[in-house]
């Protein structure tokens, strides 16, 4: 890789770091290929990416944005998941772990604000944007259904009783 190439991955780490929620940062030692790609697809459903990344690029790109910590997570073979929504990576990330041992969690960093594994699996608890956005709209169309299930409610009675008298005129 010459200096060139370098710079175009530095380049583009830093925008795949400011536009994600959140970055999760892995270990893949000894995983295949097929399960590579699993995992990859499993990402891709949730809007996610997942990239091996060389550890002094990654370091490069990030600037020292995230301090030391942030720094001692890029070593040994890392793969980082990220996605615009902070939740979707880390989800799917610790998900895989727990059902593959040759990939684990190490940490993450939403920001400049470094998460230990601790962090990453509580963050991959909370719901999606998208599972957040479904409860509010659930929300906001309540009221206004029993707002019109109430106005229905005197027409349909009075409609009932015109049936009523209606039928027993006939007979």
């Known amino acids: ?17 400011a536009g994600a929620g ?5 270990h893949y030692m000894g995983l295949t290929v097929a399960e590579m790609t699993d995992l990859r697809g499993r990402l ?8 091996v990344v060389k550890n ?14 942030g720094d001692a997570l890029f070593k040994g073979p ?5 996605a615009p929504d902070p939740v979707s990576a880390a989800k799917i990330a610790t998900e895989y772990a727990k059902g593959n041992d040759k990939f684990s969690v190490i940490g993450g960093f939403m920001g400049d604000q470094v998460l ?6 509580a963050l991959a608890t909370l719901p999606s944007l998208d599972q957040l956005r479904a409860k509010l709209i659930g929300l906001l169309q309540a009221p206004a ?3 019109a299930g109430v106005l229905q409610a005197p027409a349909g009675q009075l409609a009932r009783v015109f049936n009523a008298y209606a039928t027993k005129d006939a007979a």
């Open 22 to 26: 959140a970055v999760v940062v892995t």
């Open 78 to 82: 890392v793969a980082i998941a990220f």
């Open 145 to 147: 259904t029993k707002v």
């Open 1 to 17: 890789m010459d200096r060139a190439q370098k710079q175009d991955a530095i380049e583009t780490l830093k925008s795949d770091f």
């Open 56 to 69: 002094t690029l990654a370091k490069k790109a990030l600037d020292g944005s995230i301090g030391e910590q």
């Open 116 to 121: 230990d594994k601790a962090s990453v699996t």
């Open 44 to 51: 891709r459903n949730e809007g996610a990416q997942l990239k």
